[in-house]
């Protein structure tokens, strides 16, 4: 901070030496005629770190200057022309996404960009948003998701906006033990991280694995309603949805408000489909005993004998490789059959177990065909295996003639 | 023989017969051509060349021999029928077989599966294979223990244990070329030893097109598996053979054996059924016993338990479980590649420093020692 005190001579000294061109015998730093760029004008003299980070930012080079959203003069060399001229500084938290929109709702100035101009008004129906304007200056304003001076693009992978980053972004507050537990909310960032949506994202590398922006919304974040929740999950788990939306718990869960979805699977903790879920899931809300209640037991055994019956054609498989036997076609059956299982998994969010029955009995048919025929093969392998005894039985009558031949003297001539 | 014996077809066909040998015989010297093929293992007697075909086959029918079809002297012949029978199944493979890293595992299922008889042309091949291992091993041991290193035989010696190693050497160029996994991997392990070894370790990388067993490694295991070292394996056949005209069977140097004397019409015989016999059992274990494919060999994924092949594992115990430096282990392997041939020959002309006696006692106690460390290598550190 001594660098702020001396700021006038060092800036005079900074120019005078820029006019020398005699850059390697300048100080170091403070003064160096670098520091003076088109993007911060002279600002970075006083402010090399902040000058630093938004010269990172696309912002940089495309007219936009630490003027533009501070105000004041940036080619000054004195502190009080600096920082005159509607200088605002630091910003008052709730004045941030309406200076931000005076560009970002401007048409004419995004067009070239390709960038939305509605993000301001999405914010303003946003959780977010509602409260700020509500006088809560806790919530999450622009430069908390983007940053104040660093900010990038969603396609540079260090931004905080780019996919595998926006859980930690979100999560700097709603991962925040002190602050989720201060305003009585979820801990969302934490039960996010143990789901298969973020094992997808994380481990797997899925960049298109859901994060928190395609459930909520991006700008107009928000929670859905219980009525929105099958249509926010169906977007992608369209299938799902679809079988869903034409078995009785649909229309029996809206009528009693009880959310859909996340009734069995959780919001922000979703564990990967479970098939033995199936068998204890009902009992949470139907007694265990009723006609209910024994539903997804029933579906779990059907489930379970196709996916015997495929694992042990798998094995016969296997053995035929080994061998080998022509099993190409198999081993596309078998893939048949697993895709029946995958649909009755599907099917069972219908929870009508006629349904679910169609399909794994398919797949299960499937796998004994395979069965039955490689058995047949195989069958037929091992047979062939006792025509050595035949063969044997040759080659020692032949090696009976050798040996008589061989003890009776030889003819002569 | 059967041209010598007495001729069973009528008398115009038997004369058109002799005419076309008569008329070969005028511009080829059959005999001289028949002398070169014996030895290849056919007759070990000398033959006359100066004389035509019939004549010097009736001379050889003629004279009685000692029977090299019986134990133990069939270990030789062996050597050369298993040759032959691994030559002609192998042509048969090289038909279809691609040495590529994308063919080699396809076209070999291919073989066994799509080929008509293919099954048992490469069951043969692979059974013939490791009974022609275990054949050449047993008879270097043979020779060692029946002194058969003294002199005049020293180039016999030289030669069977030149057998071996040239044996050793197709088995593992061969057992690479399915690129199975197993075989891969197993391959993949020996090279390591053998790449090991000071001095002739990296001239083998060298040879083989790298340390790391890549498409390279499978081309060139390929042409030496079907060119090279069968030519330098049938240079050992001719040598031991060659060495046999000159100087005659063991017992026969020994003279006394009466009962080992016998015609050419039992030693033909006793030939057939031994032929007989061998096919029959190679067909028994080809179907009983079928070489099990395990999925295209995977660079990128080392199965569990992987070993070098059998006649590399008494070594691994050095590296496996006492964690010698690789080098120990591959010093081992060349020391005991040179004092193999190379000791029993100097204790013969050194009797006083190492008797027969006591080249025995020490090849028993080597041989054992190689059996424990063999299945040490086979069995420790399993997961």
């Not at chain 2, 193999?340 to 050194?350: D, E, G, K, Q």
Request: hydrophobic share 45%; aromatic share 8%.
């Amino acid at each position: 901070m001594s660098a702020r005190a001396s700021t006038p001579v060092a800036a005079a000294l900074a120019l005078a030496l820029a006019l020398a061109a005699a850059p390697a015998a300048a100080q170091p730093s403070i003064g160096s005629p670098r520091t003076v760029t088109a993007a911060s004008g002279r600002c970075g003299v006083c402010h090399p770190a902040e000058r630093v980070a938004f010269e990172t930012s696309p912002h940089a080079r495309e007219d936009v200057h630490c003027v533009s959203c501070h105000g004041g003069d940036d080619r000054a060399i004195d502190e009080a022309t600096a920082h005159g001229h509607g200088f605002t500084g630091r910003m008052d938290r709730a004045s941030i996404p309406r200076m931000c929109a005076s560009c970002h709702s401007d048409e004419k100035r995004m067009r070239p960009y390709d960038l939305p101009v509605d993000q301001f008004s999405l914010y303003q129906t946003s959780r977010h948003g509602i409260l700020l304007a509500g006088g809560d200056k806790q919530v999450a304003v622009c430069s908390d998701c983007h940053g104040a001076h660093d900010i990038l693009p969603a396609s540079d992978p260090v931004s905080r906006i780019a996919v595998s980053n926006i859980p930690r972004t979100c999560g700097r507050c709603h991962g925040d033990t002190t602050l989720v537990r201060q305003r009585h909310i979820q801990n969302a960032y934490a039960q996010y991280m143990t789901s298969v949506h973020a094992h997808q994202l994380f481990d797997l590398g899925n960049l298109r694995a859901p994060t928190c922006v395609s459930c909520h919304g991006v700008h107009g974040a928000t929670p859905p309603e219980v009525d929105e929740i099958s249509k926010v999950c169906g977007r992608c788990h369209t299938a799902e949805r679809r079988y869903f939306l034409a078995g009785p718990h649909a229309q029996k869960m809206a009528a009693q408000d009880v959310p859909a979805c996340i009734a069995c699977h959780g919001n922000h903790a979703i564990e990967a489909s479970r098939v033995d879920r199936l068998g204890s899931g009902c009992a949470n809300c139907h007694e265990a005993g009723s006609r209910l209640g024994k539903m997804g037991p029933a579906m779990l055994a059907d489930y379970q004998g196709a996916m015997t019956e495929i694992e042990k054609a798998e094995k016969q498989i296997a053995r035929a490789d080994e061998v080998p036997i022509q099993t190409e076609d198999y081993h596309a059956r078998v893939e048949e059959a697993r895709t029946y299982l995958r649909e009755a998994m599907t099917a069972a969010h219908a929870v009508q177990p006629e349904l679910v029955a169609g399909f794994t009995l398919r797949a299960r048919s499937v796998g004994t065909e395979i069965q039955s025929e490689l058995q047949h093969k195989f069958f037929n392998l091992k047979t062939s295996k006792l025509f050595l005894i035949v063969f044997w039985f040759y080659v020692l009558v032949t090696v009976g003639i050798l040996l008589r031949t061989r003890n009776r003297p030889p003819r002569r001539e | 023989m059967s041209a010598g014996g007495p001729g069973r077809p009528r008398e115009a066909e038997k004369s058109r017969v002799d005419s076309a040998i008569d008329w070969l015989e005028q511009r080829l010297n059959l005999t001289e051509i028949f002398s070169f093929l014996t030895h290849f293992g056919i007759v070990y007697t000398p033959v006359d060349t100066r004389l035509p075909l019939r004549a010097a086959l009736r001379r050889i029918g003629a004279s009685p021999l000692v029977s090299y079809a019986r134990w133990p002297q069939v270990l030789g012949l062996l050597t050369a029928l298993l040759f032959g029978l691994e030559t002609v199944t192998g042509i048969l493979l090289a038909f279809y077989y691609h040495p590529t890293a994308d063919g080699a595992y396809d076209s070999t299922t291919a073989i066994v599966r799509d080929v008509p008889a293919g099954w048992f042309i490469h069951q043969m091949h692979h059974w013939g294979a490791l009974l022609l291992v275990g054949v050449v091993v047993a008879r270097v041991i043979r020779l060692f223990w029946d002194r058969l290193y003294h002199p005049p035989r020293e180039l016999l010696w030289l030669s069977a244990v030149w057998l071996m190693w040239v044996a050793l050497q197709l088995d593992f160029t061969g057992r690479l070329l399915p690129w199975d996994v197993h075989s891969y991997w197993s391959s993949m392990r020996g090279l390591e030893l053998i790449g090991s070894q000071p001095v002739i370790g990296p001239l083998i990388g060298f040879v083989l097109g790298g340390r790391v067993i890549t498409e390279n490694v499978l081309v060139r295991s390929y042409a030496l598996h079907i060119i090279v070292l069968p030519l330098f394996y049938l240079g050992g056949v001719w040598i031991t053979f060659a060495t046999m005209r000159r100087i005659g069977l063991s017992m026969q140097a020994e003279g006394g054996d009466e009962s080992s004397r016998t015609t050419w019409h039992r030693h033909t015989l006793n030939l057939l059924i031994l032929l007989v016999l061998l096919t029959a059992g190679l067909v028994t274990l080809a179907t009983l016993l079928p070489f099990r494919f395990h999925g295209p060999a995977d660079p990128y994924s080392t199965p569990a338990n992987t070993r070098p092949p059998w006649y590399l594992l008494s070594p691994f115990p050095l590296v496996q479980l006492l964690r010698a430096p690789e080098w120990v282990a591959g010093l081992v392997l060349l020391l005991s590649g040179l004092v193999v041939p190379i000791l029993p020959l100097w204790a013969a002309r050194h009797p006083r420093r190492l008797s027969d006696q006591g080249l025995r006692r020490l090849g028993i106690v080597l041989l054992s020692l190689w059996a424990v460390f063999t299945v040490l290598g086979a069995f420790a550190g399993r997961r």
